[in-house]
């Protein structure tokens, strides 16, 4: 008999691996900061990384990203083109973008997780990346999703789970809440037709940092 999951089934086994591994931070979020990032945000060794958990890795599962961009219609791959000319303009310093799908899967007639990355283009990689980057890739993704129904962004702690001491931890999250700000305030239409880089890119960059609880 094969098994049978939900996408909550992936978000707890997930959870469950980062605990057995230890010495990382797990956030997971709902509403505007939901719909401005992703469904968690992983933290390790200073390095920062956007999760989104899903169902399975088909193509039709994967596809129902594109109702956080635009009016829902086009699909959350052609947003890429938009990203990657404000990251450009923001002179992002690494190939590699915080950002991947992680999914249920089959193995073997084992239910397990398989890591997509969210951007699927020749020359960057999925990757988790340092504070300053990571603050730039969230300041140029909030400037291209929708914005959420449930109001703005708010708080400043945010309750995690510390995989390593196994417990509930609070993260000051004001700098990226900042960033997320300034990237939902952009002006934006469609990706079709393009835009110029110019009319989604923030003017500053603050500094940008995640002390611990």
């Known amino acids: 008999m094969e098994p049978k999951w939900w996408e909550k089934t992936v978000e707890y086994l997930y959870l469950a691996h980062r605990i057995e591994d230890g010495h990382s931070i797990v956030l997971p979020f709902a509403g505007p900061l939901e719909r401005a990032l992703g469904d968690a945000l992983t933290i390790e ?71 997509v990355p969210y951007w699927k283009k020749d020359g960057y990689n999925a990757n988790p990346v340092g504070p300053d980057a990571f603050h730039l890739y969230a300041r140029c993704l909030a400037a291209v999703r929708r914005p959420s129904a449930n109001g703005e962004v708010s708080g400043g702690l945010v309750v995690g789970i510390d995989s390593l001491a196994k417990t509930m931890v609070l993260v000051e999250l004001n700098q990226l809440l900042q960033a997320l700000r300034m990237g939902m305030n952009l002006s934006f239409t469609a990706p079709q037709p393009p835009q110029q880089a110019s009319e989604a890119s923030p003017e500053s960059n603050p500094p940008f940092g995640f002390p611990g609880g």
């Open 45 to 115: 060794a200073e390095n920062f990384e956007i999760i989104e958990f899903k169902h399975n890795s088909s193509a039709s599962c994967l596809a129902t990203e594109s109702k956080k961009y635009g009016d829902g219609t086009a699909p959350f791959t052609t947003y890429f083109d938009q990203l990657e000319a404000d990251l450009a303009e923001l002179q992002y310093p690494t190939v590699d973008l915080p950002h991947r799908f992680v999914c249920g899967a089959n193995i073997d007639n084992c239910f397990g997780l398989e890591y």
